[in-house]
């Protein structure tokens, strides 16, 4: 099993759509959960992070933790073209842990 | 700031030729690096890790290896390329304090024809 399992997608939404990206995790030590985003032929950026359970928001983006059933989630609202990327959630405990990456198209 | 530079930025090589790769990171010390690979439509592949000078931790048995001769430089070797070798090289570093921080370099885009 992954320590990190993320939907490949691709996801289509038109501008302004409310997006919801998400990831599993299997290892309940797991402390700290990042949101990376990725352009087309670049490398990742971070884009938040989240310690433990919780929410937490950064302008249009909110990323989301439940440990109870070890979910990670990232919302982004009013999405805009801008935001056509591939986002990568991940992990850490001692080194780093990817998802493979959902790709997300937000047409105008 | 802190900055990681990567070069080349794209890069085609001969089956069987050598590799070098380069990384260097600007304005931190004693950083962790990494290196990773990324094949088209698929996740990060971690392949080398260090945490200080000479200190090279392998995650995947390849005919790649790492070295660091420096604090702040990471270099990706291979004697003989591969077709599968092909594939997107990430750079990244994270400070010793931070269990979530790490940053990415622009990569290398390897072609092995």
């Known amino acids: 099993q992954k320590e990190v399992e993320q939907d490949p997608g691709p996801l289509s939404v038109p501008e302004g759509a409310i997006v919801s990206l998400n990831c599993t995790y299997s290892?309940?030590?797991?402390?700290?959960f990042m949101w990376y985003r990725q352009y087309s032929r670049k490398g990742p950026e971070l884009l938040m992070y989240t310690y433990s359970s919780g929410n937490k928001e950064d302008g249009r983006f909110t990323a989301q933790v439940d440990k109870s059933s070890k979910y990670i989630s990232l919302f982004i609202r009013d999405s805009q073209p801008s935001d056509s990327a591939t986002y990568l959630c991940?992990?850490?405990?001692?080194?780093?842990?990817f998802g493979s990456g959902t790709k997300l198209n937000v047409k105008p | 700031s802190q900055t990681i530079h990567q070069w080349p930025a794209t890069l085609v090589q001969p089956v069987g030729s050598p590799l070098s790769l380069e990384c260097t990171v600007e304005g931190t010390s004693n950083p962790n690096l990494y290196w990773y690979r990324q094949a088209a439509g698929r996740g990060l592949q971690l392949l080398f890790y260090s945490v200080g000078i000479g200190q090279i931790s392998s995650e995947v048995p390849q005919n790649l290896s790492a070295s660091r001769p420096q604090d702040r430089q990471f270099i990706l070797s291979s004697k003989k390329l591969l077709l599968s070798d092909s594939g997107f090289y990430l750079c990244a570093w994270n400070p010793r304090s931070s269990s979530y921080e790490q940053y990415f370099g622009p990569g290398t885009r390897l072609t092995v024809t």
């Open positions: 991940a992990t850490s405990f001692n080194k780093f842990y």
């Open positions: 290892n309940s030590a797991f402390q700290y």
